[in-house]
């Protein structure tokens, strides 16, 4: 199994601030699955990223995403107050794993 | 755009079977393009996949939860089901189905659940 490990596992940044998180895989991932979710408070996750790279439908283009073989990273360039929330990622390929999770919060 | 709606009893007892049931409106669950997924998290912490089902029948499972986990499919009435047995407290979280868009060499899980709380208690 591919474990995903996430960090840091929090990060206390303000509005207007740039914001990145890690994904680091425990083995090689094909960047065509992985992606990235964006949950908040009583909410199912969001589709934010997929492909490593590929925008979803709807989603800023504050956000983005990058990387390939073991360490992918997502990008907000400017956070919003509605950006504040917890970020997953995940791998699909050997079986399917979720990351932990960085939590996002205001500084 | 797809639409899905998870239904089932909130409590369960600890070593019984867990029956959810989610059902899919805005598409067909026979599309070639989707695998329809279970997803959970316990109260607090992070997503775990549970299985996926394609609407031919094929099953993916969780290896660490696959003895326990059966997931099927009702075409007739655009549903999919989990069953999983022999709950403990460690089962208890919010459970989401998911459709999981593959196709053109990507994979990802694209609309979701609202999820439901799924207490393993006596």
């Known amino acids: 199994e591919i474990v995903l490990t996430q960090s840091p596992g929090t990060l206390s940044l303000s509005p207007g601030e740039r914001a990145t998180l890690s994904c680091r895989a425990s083995?090689?991932?094909?960047?065509?699955?992985l992606a990235w979710y964006q949950q908040k408070p009583g909410q199912a996750p969001r589709l934010l990223i997929y492909?490593?790279?590929s925008r979803a439908t709807g989603i800023p283009d504050r956000f983005s995403g990058s990387g390939s073989g073991t360490d992918f990273t997502l990008t907000i360039s400017r956070l919003e107050p509605e950006d504040f929330a917890v970020y997953y990622c995940?791998?699909?390929?050997?079986?399917?794993?979720f990351g932990q999770g960085t939590k996002v919060e205001i500084k | 755009q797809l639409q899905l709606q998870e239904s089932g009893p909130g409590l369960v007892k600890p070593s019984e079977t867990l029956s959810l049931t989610c059902t899919v409106s805005?598409?067909?669950?026979?599309?070639?393009?989707?695998?329809w997924g279970w997803i959970r998290q316990p109260p607090g912490k992070g997503l775990e996949w549970i299985g996926s089902?394609?609407?031919?029948?094929?099953?993916y499972y969780n290896p660490s939860l696959k003895s326990r986990v059966t997931i099927s499919v009702d075409m007739s009435k655009n549903q999919f089901s989990l069953k999983l047995s022999s709950v403990t407290a460690a089962d208890t979280a919010v459970y989401y189905c998911?459709?999981?868009?593959?196709?053109?060499?990507?994979?990802?899980?694209?609309?979701w659940g609202q999820g439901t709380l799924v207490t393993v208690s006596s």
């Open positions: 089902i394609y609407y031919s029948g094929s099953t």
């Open positions: 805005g598409g067909s669950i026979s599309s070639s393009s989707y695998y």
């Open positions: 083995q090689s991932v094909s960047s065509s699955y």
């Open positions: 995940q791998q699909y390929g050997s079986s399917q794993t």
């Open positions: 998911a459709s999981q868009y593959c196709t053109n060499g990507v994979c990802y899980f694209d609309y």
């Open positions: 492909g490593a790279s």
